[in-house]
């Protein structure tokens, strides 16, 4: 039986650094403040003529050049993004102009800091199912565009980039064992955008309101992801039988140091099980996973036959979780 297995990572930022010391001089905090609540030093801001597609597409041409498809030979392309360059068309369609992945169907999904193992669960489940063979999955963010500067307690958390990687359908023991997605819509108001869509839309009132940018209510959400990003880690280990101890690497959504570290002590995993950038990029959303990814795939943290949990949690809320057998 055919495994989607990943062939393929790439990632792209921008080159514009933001750092702890910058933010100084534009809200009232502090590099001490920032490091010791969020593990943050820096974050990576994109520029003047730069947007979601910009880096997606770096990432997908670097994902697609380590797995040798060209992109004529891509089935799909499903890009995750709550930042995307319009309302519609979808980034995915603009990605795939700018690949000439021509062949390739292309949509967009929104499940925020999820949103990229979202689409690895439906992408993994396609080509299980025989409907595509070769496929781009990429989550991609500019949260700087929406993110209220003026706001000392988020403003320092967000970070711009993009990751990707290619699926293929292969036979043998290798490639994603299992994916578990999970929503509850009951907590919508702890994370969100409340403007630019249809019941905000665009208008002076939502700009001197200052709606068009991330509201979040930070403590609850700590709880809460704590709590189900550990539930939807067990649940992958045991849909496959596995121990916490056969876990070679974890990656998690890189949004507070103090969750990796609570998550981390919680499954029992070492500072070597644990894969971290979070200092370097901040919080990217649905790009946090796969930059993450290719970094550990280029500098040798992951080896052939590793088995590698992927975990997240974001606004909807969703969580989701995806074990794989390198």
């Known amino acids: 039986m055919a495994h989607a297995r990943i062939t393929g990572t790439g990632s792209a930022v921008p080159d514009k650094v933001l750092t ?17 609540r969020t593990g943050i030093k820096e974050r990576r801001i994109a520029s ?66 999820s949103g990229f193992l979202y689409g690895l669960s439906i992408v993994n489940s396609l080509i299980g199912a025989g409907s595509a063979a070769k496929a781009l999955v990429i989550g991609a963010e500019t949260l700087t565009r929406i993110t209220d500067w003026n706001d000392r307690n988020s403003c320092v958390l967000f970070g711009d980039g993009a990751g990707a990687v290619v699926l293929e359908a292969l036979s043998g023991d290798r490639g994603i064992l299992s994916t578990h997605i999970h929503s509850d819509g009951s907590y919508w108001e702890l994370l969100h955008q409340p403007a630019c869509g249809s019941r905000n839309p665009a208008d002076i009132r939502i700009l001197e309101e200052r709606l068009p940018f991330i509201k979040m209510q930070g403590n609850e959400v700590f709880k809460l992801a704590v709590r189900a990003m550990e539930d939807a880690a067990n649940e992958a280990l045991a849909a496959n039988g596995m121990a916490k101890s056969d876990i070679d690497l974890f990656i998690s959504h890189q949004a507070n140091l103090r969750i990796i570290d609570a998550i981390g002590k919680r499954l029992k995993l070492s500072g070597k099980q644990v894969y971290v950038n979070l200092e370097r990029y901040g919080n990217t959303s649905a790009a946090s996973i796969p930059i993450a990814l290719d970094e550990a795939n280029r500098t040798g943290r992951v080896k052939e036959r590793d088995i590698v949990l992927l975990d997240s949690f974001g606004g909807g809320l969703t969580w989701a979780s995806a074990l794989m057998r390198w």
């Open 48 to 113: 003047e003529g730069e947007f979601t597609s910009t880096f997606a597409t770096k990432a997908a041409e670097r994902a697609l050049e380590m797995a040798g498809v060209s992109p004529g030979e891509l089935d799909l392309i499903v890009v995750a993004t709550v930042t995307p360059d319009f309302p519609f068309p979808a980034t995915a369609c603009l990605i795939q102009n700018n690949l000439k992945a021509t062949r390739a169907a292309a949509f967009d999904i929104s499940a925020a800091c």
């Open 20 to 36: 702890n010391s910058d933010l100084e001089k534009i809200v009232d905090t502090t590099d001490e403040w920032i490091t010791t």
